[in-house]
């Protein structure tokens, strides 16, 4: 594929529902990383997956948050019993090796907005 | 810590004025930094990056950063602005761990008067 690529673009769903997220990261690229873009908290990090090694999922807000990625390609973001300040762009990354130097290319996001 | 500010939330300048956006970095050890642009609705794309080789950086779009670690900042300028520069900028600093995460600055929104 050119690029990362994320769907659904637009989620709305309703408070206490469970919603997935998915990306595609640019083929070949091991490293796989999930940010979260919300009004008054900037950028931050959620969840980093990098080959077979365990996830680092330090950035997770709750345990209503997880991740996989599946066959070291695609990736779902599940949040579970949404809540209104879950609301924000949900931005996925990839890079080549996972080393500081390499870029991280970024997907369009996913907007969720929870009612 | 890690940590990066950007100065100013909002900067406005008119077409063909100088594009200066200010980011400052904390870092413990040898960062590796770099600016980001968001255009509407859009994801996030690299302007440049700095990764220890020239402190004088240029990236896209005709923008260009400095880093000075005696100022331990990585500001963005660009010379003359275009209407298309019109965006959020963000800066970011890479942490050495395991994980090589972002670690973005608050961002900073560019308007270009005509």
């Known amino acids: 594929g050119a690029g990362v690529s994320q769907s659904p673009s637009n989620k709305v769903t309703e408070k206490g529902k469970d919603v997935e997220l998915r990306c595609d990261p640019i083929?070949?690229?091991?490293?796989l990383y999930w940010y979260r873009q919300s009004l008054g908290q900037g950028l931050e990090f959620l969840i980093y997956?990098?080959?077979?090694?365990?996830?680092?999922k330090s950035g997770l807000p709750s345990d209503r948050f997880s991740a996989e990625r599946t066959g070291g390609s695609v990736s779902t973001l599940t949040i579970q019993r949404t809540q209104q300040e879950d609301s924000a762009v949900y931005l996925c990354?990839?890079?080549?090796?996972?080393?500081?130097?390499?870029?991280?290319?970024f997907g369009p996001g996913t907007r969720l907005t929870v009612l | 810590a890690q940590s990066v500010t950007q100065l100013g939330s909002h900067v406005s300048v008119s077409e063909g004025a100088l594009v200066l956006l200010r980011c400052n970095y904390s870092?413990?050890?040898?960062?590796?930094l770099f600016w980001y642009v968001q255009y509407p609705n859009q994801g996030l794309q690299l302007l440049l990056k700095?990764?220890?080789?020239?402190?004088l950086v240029k990236g896209i779009n005709g923008f260009e950063a400095e880093f000075k670690k005696s100022e331990t900042s990585f500001h963005l300028t660009k010379p003359s602005a275009h209407m298309s520069d019109a965006a959020e900028y963000f800066c970011?600093?890479?942490?050495?761990?395991?994980?090589?995460?972002?670690?973005f600055g608050s961002g900073t929104r560019l308007s270009i008067r005509p």
């Open positions: 997956f990098q080959g077979n090694s365990a996830p680092d």
């Open positions: 870092s413990s050890v040898p960062p590796y």
């Open positions: 700095y990764t220890s080789a020239a402190t």
């Open positions: 990354a990839s890079s080549l090796e996972g080393t500081s130097s390499n870029e991280q290319f």
């Open positions: 970011a600093l890479l942490t050495y761990s395991s994980a090589s995460k972002i670690i």
């Open positions: 083929s070949g690229h091991t490293a």
